[in-house]
C-alpha cells in the first residue's frame, strides 16, 4: 500500500466506530501512526458533536434559510450526548470567486489528533468535547473557516451570522442568544423581513441551547415559481447557484440542496431540510449522504414558509444514518402551533437512534414495487438499477425476505402529478398569504402572491425572465382556494392512490416492514399519502457514464462519480423500522467512504488557533451567474459530446482551442 493509499483509508475510517471502546481508539491511533506518522492520543472517550442542519420552508428560518448550531445541556433528551454542539448548517448560495480558480482542493489528513470534519460523526465529537480536546468556539470556527474555503467554488453559503463566534462562548456556559440573520426564501423580496416569532423547530433547539451559525439555500421558494426548463436545481436570486461536490458544474438536485451540499462536505455535521415532493431525498442522494422524510406531522411545519400544508414535512440531513436519527429525535414533537402534529401516537417522541441495530435486516419482509420504478427507468438509470439489484443480494444475504413483484395496485402518473399540481397550487397561495401576514416587518410590502410576482418580475436580481414566473402565474390563474371541491377532491384523489391503492396497499397485502426502491423513484407517493421515507447511499455513476446536462443547459446531472440512492419506504409513523433497515444496510455496505468529493475544504479542527470575537466572519452575498466555461470543465464537456460526433481527432482540438481562447 502506498502512502496515498494509506492517507485514503484512515480518511475513510470508520471513527464512529472507534469512539465506542477505548481499544478501538487505541487501534485506530496505531494504524493512523504506522500510515502516515500521526502521533497522539484519539481522546474518543469525550463528549462533543457538532451538527449542521439547514431548516427549511415554513419558518422565520426559511427554505434558503438554513443552519443553525446548537448545544444541548446534560439534562436534555439525549443522555449519550450530555453536552452536544449541533452546528445546523442550512447554506444559501451567493458567492463570486475573483480569481475563478478552485481555493479548496481534496483534504489530506491532518498532522494532529483530530479525525477529520467531512467524517466524523455525533458520537465522536460527543467524545472530544466530553473530555476537553474541543470547545464550542474551535468547532463553530473551523465550520466557518471551511464554509470559506469552499463557498468560491460551490457557493454554498449565504450568510454567517455575526454573533456566532460571541454566542459559541456562552454556549459553553450553557447561555443562547438570537441571531440577527435575513429568512428569504432565496428571493430580495423578503430581505430584511422579520417574524413576530421563531418557527417551534428552532425554538426547540434554541431551548437546548442551540445557536444560528449561517444560512444555506434551495431553490428559490423550494422550487416553486418557474417551469423546470425555466431555472434549476438550488439557485436563488439572493443565495446563486448552488453545486454539487462529486463533479464540476454538478447538479445538486433540490430543493433542500444546500444542506445536503453542507454536509456531504464537511460544513456542518448534519442538517435540517423540508420535502414536499423529494426535496429531502432527491439532494441528499445526490450528496452521498443520509435523508430521512418524515411522516406528515412527526415534525412541525410552524412558521416555515409553507408550499403545501398538505405535503410540507421537516427532517434531517446526515452523514450517517446514527447521526440523522439523533437529529431527527431533536426536532420531532407535538407543537400547538402545527395541528397536524396532534396525530402523533406518542407523547414522546422515540430515540430513533435506539433502533440502529446491525441485524436490523434479519427477519424483516422488503418488497419492490416493479410499476412504481418501471414508470421512471431510462438511459440515465441503467447503472443504478444494476446497483439496486446487487443491494437486494445484499439485504437477502443479511437475512431478510425479498418480495418481488409488490406493485401498487394503481399507477396513475400523470393523474397524481395533475392532482398535486391542483393541490400545491391552493396550498401556497393561502399559505404564504398567512405567513406574510405573521411578518412584524415587512420593508417590500409583499402580503400576497400577486404582490410576489409584481416584485419578482420588476426586479432585476430576480433574472426574470430568463428563470420565469409559470407555477406563480398558474397558480394565480386557478382562482381556486385549498378549501374549494376541485383542490379537496383531488387531494382525496391522491390519498387513495398513494394509500390503499399505492404505498400501503402493497405493505398491507404482502404483510411487509418497508419497500424498498431506487431513491430517484421513491418519494412520489410518499409524498402525497405524507409517508416516510428514508435514503443512504447506494453507489456511483461509473468511470464512462456519457454526461447529461440538466433542462436549462446549465449543470450536469449525470456524469461519473455522481452518488446515487436507495430509499425504504412505510407506514405513518414507522421511521424506527426504517431507520432499522437503512442502518442495517449502510453498515454492511459503508458506499459513502468508497468516493471522495472532487472538491472538498482541507481547514480542519487541528489547523486552528482559539479566535477572538472580531475574526470577520461576514459573506457578501455577491453572486455571478455560473458560467459553463470553466477550462476544466468545458473541455471535459466537449471531449465527451464532440468525441461522439467526430471521428477526425484535429477537429476535436480545433473546437476545444478555440473554446480554451474565448476563456
Not at 446515487?564 to 453498515?587: D, H, M, N, P, T
Amino acid at each position: 500500500m502506498t502512502r496515498d493509499d494509506k492517507m485514503f483509508v484512515l480518511d475513510n475510517w470508520n471513527w464512529e466506530h472507534a469512539a465506542h471502546a477505548r481499544q478501538d481508539a487505541e487501534s485506530l491511533a496505531r494504524h493512523a501512526e504506522g500510515a502516515m506518522g500521526i502521533v497522539g492520543d484519539y481522546r474518543l472517550n469525550a463528549s462533543l458533536a457538532t451538527v449542521s442542519l439547514p431548516l427549511l420552508s415554513w419558518s422565520p428560518l426559511t427554505a434558503n434559510d438554513k443552519c443553525l448550531a446548537f448545544h444541548l445541556r446534560s439534562d436534555m433528551q439525549f443522555s449519550l450526548l450530555a453536552r452536544l454542539v449541533y452546528v445546523i448548517s442550512v447554506v444559501s448560495t451567493a458567492w463570486s470567486n475573483p480569481t475563478g480558480e478552485h481555493q479548496c482542493r481534496l483534504a489530506t489528513p491532518p498532522s494532529s489528533t483530530f479525525p477529520l470534519l467531512d467524517d466524523i460523526s455525533i458520537e465522536t465529537l460527543h467524545a472530544l468535547f466530553a473530555n476537553g480536546s474541543l470547545t464550542s468556539v474551535n468547532l463553530v470556527h473551523a465550520y466557518i473557516e471551511r464554509i470559506h474555503e469552499v463557498n468560491p467554488s460551490l457557493r454554498a453559503v449565504s450568510e454567517i451570522n455575526p454573533d456566532a463566534l460571541k454566542i459559541a462562548r456562552a454556549l459553553d456556559d450553557n447561555i443562547a442568544t438570537k441571531d440577527q440573520m435575513n429568512n428569504t426564501a432565496g428571493s430580495y423580496a423578503l430581505v430584511g423581513a422579520k417574524v413576530s416569532r421563531e418557527s417551534s423547530i428552532v425554538t426547540r433547539l434554541r431551548d437546548a441551547g442551540a445557536v444560528v451559525l449561517g444560512k444555506a439555500t434551495m431553490g428559490e421558494w423550494a422550487q416553486c415559481r418557474s417551469r423546470k426548463a425555466s431555472s434549476s436545481h438550488g439557485w436563488s436570486a439572493y443565495g446563486g447557484q448552488v453545486l454539487g461536490a462529486y463533479y464540476p458544474q454538478q447538479d445538486p438536485s433540490g430543493s433542500s440542496s444546500g444542506s445536503a451540499v453542507a454536509v456531504s462536505i464537511g460544513l456542518a455535521l448534519g442538517s435540517i431540510a423540508t420535502e414536499t415532493s423529494g426535496s429531502i431525498v432527491n439532494p441528499a442522494e445526490r450528496g452521498n449522504v443520509v435523508g430521512i422524510k418524515p411522516t406528515l406531522g412527526l415534525t412541525s411545519r410552524d412558521m416555515v414558509i409553507p408550499i403545501s400544508i398538505r405535503q410540507d414535512t421537516v427532517g434531517p440531513i446526515g452523514r450517517t444514518v446514527k447521526d440523522a436519527a439523533y437529529i431527527l429525535s431533536a426536532i420531532a414533537g407535538k407543537d400547538s402551533f402545527d395541528n397536524w402534529t396532534s396525530t402523533q401516537p406518542f407523547d414522546v417522541a422515540p430515540a430513533y437512534v435506539k433502533a440502529c441495530n446491525f441485524l436490523g435486516l434479519k427477519g424483516a419482509r422488503v418488497g419492490i414495487p416493479r410499476n412504481g420504478i418501471d414508470y421512471y427507468l431510462d438511459r440515465s438509470t441503467k447503472a443504478v438499477m444494476v446497483a439496486f439489484e446487487q443491494a437486494l443480494q445484499t439485504v437477502r444475504d443479511a437475512g431478510a425476505r425479498v418480495i418481488e413483484e409488490a406493485n401498487f395496485s394503481s399507477f396513475d402518473a400523470p393523474a397524481f402529478a395533475r392532482n398535486s399540481s391542483i393541490v400545491l397550487d391552493t396550498d401556497f397561495v393561502g399559505g404564504l398569504a398567512n405567513y406574510l401576514a405573521s411578518l412584524s416587518t415587512n420593508p417590500h410590502n409583499i402580503h400576497s402572491l400577486s404582490d410576489l410576482t409584481r416584485f419578482t418580475k420588476a426586479d432585476p436580481r430576480e433574472e426574470h425572465p430568463d428563470r420565469d414566473t409559470y407555477v406563480w402565474d398558474r397558480q394565480l390563474g386557478r382562482n381556486l382556494t385549498s378549501t374549494s371541491l376541485e383542490s379537496f377532491l383531488a387531494y382525496q384523489a391522491n390519498l387513495r392512490m398513494g394509500g390503499e391503492e399505492g404505498v400501503i396497499g402493497a405493505l398491507d397485502r404482502h404483510k411487509l416492514d418497508a419497500l424498498i426502491m431506487p431513491t430517484f423513484a421513491s418519494f412520489h407517493l410518499p409524498a402525497v399519502a405524507g409517508l416516510p421515507i428514508v435514503t443512504v447511499p447506494l453507489g456511483f455513476y461509473p468511470a464512462q457514464t456519457p454526461l447529461t446536462m440538466n433542462l436549462k443547459k446549465t449543470m450536469v446531472s449525470v456524469a461519473p462519480n455522481i452518488p446515487f440512492g436507495l430509499a425504504f419506504v412505510g407506514r405513518r409513523w414507522s421511521e424506527e423500522k426504517l431507520i432499522s433497515l437503512a442502518y442495517a444496510f449502510e453498515q454492511r455496505t459503508m458506499v459513502r467512504r468508497k468516493m471522495a468529493p472532487y472538491i472538498r475544504p482541507t481547514f480542519e479542527l487541528a489547523d486552528q488557533l482559539e479566535p477572538t470575537d472580531e475574526t470577520p466572519y461576514k459573506l457578501k452575498v455577491q453572486y455571478r451567474p455560473p458560467v459553463m466555461h470553466q477550462p476544466r470543465f468545458g473541455q471535459l464537456v466537449m471531449e465527451k459530446t464532440l468525441g461522439r460526433l467526430f471521428l477526425v481527432r484535429s477537429w476535436i482540438w480545433s473546437v476545444l482551442g478555440l473554446q480554451q481562447s474565448l476563456l
